[in-house]
């Protein structure tokens, strides 16, 4: 059975390969093999001979493949985020689970970074030999000499994870060439609408990606039995039972109208059919917002609504000051050097207009708001989203208390993922490091009669 996946389609990115969708597959941990396994037989059952068989490939290939990942997370660090906290240290670890993580501190911390990440590698393709298990970035790369294909990886473009989406949103070729080789396009995606109500986006399935028309074709072959289930596999509109309208005129069956959708399908050599509306069992069905097979689609302009009707506030309240996108990225941009708000500062855009901001929001403080939670002032308003649109806002949250215990504590999970000390991030080790020649030499004096005094057991009083 056809089936697309919705909350995978949600997330498609607009720099994905046009004219495709990304197709459901189980998700029992072996998401991405089954995945290649639809893409290379047509089936998901195949996944287990493909998991075998990258997982040996992982294993007597690592110093390759870690050569690639280190000299990747190089690349995308120099060339695009030089100023980001996302060293090509921090890269690496993303993509490994945390026992494989241990074993490449570790070595990183005896032998160079490559020969340390191969190591890991290897535990990886190890670990990848059992169903069920974790796959990331090194299976995908293990995955493209085994099926001898191009990958197409596909990372959604969220505003949590674009920091990193260049790692992890390319095209992945195998060591070896060969010769016409196909391209196998695969998503990240999520398996759960859930983790989208998380602090911050993270992936955890991967799903196939095919291209429409062959969705279309394969629906097409069983159409005169499921007429009325097609539109479960696109974007989908609801209509009431009473506005289908069965019509069976040269070969074209009338799905159903809606005020702002039109759907045609045409039947693709199959007999005319007639859709009866006794057959609809239900009180309301769901039809797709394009054709299927040689199906048409026609649109009506869709009406405008005010910000109050599109988030349900009576037209009679007052709206708050309203910014651009365009000014929201120029704040980004002029308060990054003082209160490093390229870090923290993200945005909620308003219904169906992305150029217009509705919310401002800390992302930080949203990842430790059970850390800081007992601060002077507690507030939860930017964790939820502050509707107050002025740079004052934005300045009054970046000094308050909550908001530099939490960059404190980002500070600290940095220096621990860059193998460093955290202590080397505390204010007073800043300051000490920081200060200038005058007032290194007034607090050497200052700390002497200290010591002068203490070693004669002198009040502080005489001094």
């Known amino acids: 059975m056809v089936s697309v996946c919705k909350l995978s389609q949600s997330l498609f990115p607009p720099d994905g390969p046009n004219g495709m969708l ?18 290379l037989y047509g089936t998901e059952k195949e996944h287990l001979k493909l998991r075998k068989m990258t997982s040996e490939e992982l294993r007597k290939n690592a110093r390759s493949y870690a050569t690639c ?31 494989s993580d241990d074993v490449f501190q570790e070595a990183a911390s005896r032998c160079p970074i490559v020969e340390a990440y191969s190591i890991a590698l290897e535990h990886v393709g190890d670990k990848t030999a059992h169903p069920g298990t974790f796959a990331s970035l090194p299976q995908l790369f293990a995955l493209a000499s085994t099926s001898k294909s191009n990958i197409r990886s596909i990372y959604p473009d969220v505003e949590d994870c674009r920091a990193y989406r260049p790692f992890l949103n390319r095209n992945i070729k195998p060591l070896q060439y060969v010769e016409n080789q196909p391209t196998l396009n695969i998503m990240w995606t999520c398996s759960s609408a859930a983790i989208l109500k998380e602090a911050l986006f993270r992936t955890n ?18 159409l005169p039995k499921q007429v009325m289930d097609i539109s479960k596999y696109f974007k989908k509109s609801t209509v009431s039972k009473k506005s289908v309208k069965p019509t069976s005129s040269d070969g ?24 009866s509306a006794a057959a609809i069992e239900e009180d309301s069905i769901e039809i797709a917002e394009f054709g299927v097979g040689n199906g048409t689609l026609s649109r009506a302009p869709p009406q405008k609504r005010s910000h109050c009707e599109s988030s349900g506030l009576p037209s009679s309240k007052k709206l708050r000051r309203q910014i651009s996108k365009e000014t929201f990225r120029k704040w980004q941009r002029e308060y990054e050097k003082e209160h490093q708000t390229m870090t923290w500062l993200r945005s909620t855009f308003a219904d169906g207009n992305s150029s217009v901001v509705e919310t401002l929001w800390c992302v930080v403080c949203r990842r430790f708001e059970s850390k800081i939670c007992g601060t002077k002032n507690f507030s939860k308003v ?27 504590k980002l500070t600290q999970e940095r220096a621990k993922s860059h193998c460093e000390s955290v202590t080397s991030y505390s204010p007073i080790v800043k300051a000490v490091t920081t200060m200038d020649r005058a007032t290194e030499e007034r607090m050497k004096n200052k700390f002497e009669i200290c010591f002068a005094l203490a070693k004669e057991n002198m009040s502080f ?3």
Request: aromatic share 6%.
């Open 22 to 39: 990304p197709m459901a597959v189980g998700a029992d941990g072996n998401c991405l093999f089954r995945a290649a396994s639809v893409l």
């Open 69 to 99: 990942c280190v000299d990747l997370a190089q690349s995308v660090a120099d060339a695009e985020y030089s100023h980001s906290v996302f060293s090509p240290m921090t890269l690496l670890i993303l993509v490994l689970e945390k026992d």
């Open 205 to 222: 399935h991967f799903v196939p990606v095919v291209a429409a028309n062959a969705v279309q074709r394969s629906i097409a072959t069983t």
């Open 252 to 275: 074209e069956i009338t799905v159903g109208y809606h005020p702002d959708v039109k759907i045609t399908a045409v039947s693709m050599d199959t007999p005319q059919l007639t859709a």
């Open 382 to 408: 930017w964790i939820y989203g502050s509707t107050n649109h002025k740079t004052s806002s934005v300045m009054d949250h970046a000094t308050s208390e909550q908001h530099k215990m939490a960059m404190m």
């Open 461 to 463: 009083s005489k001094y």
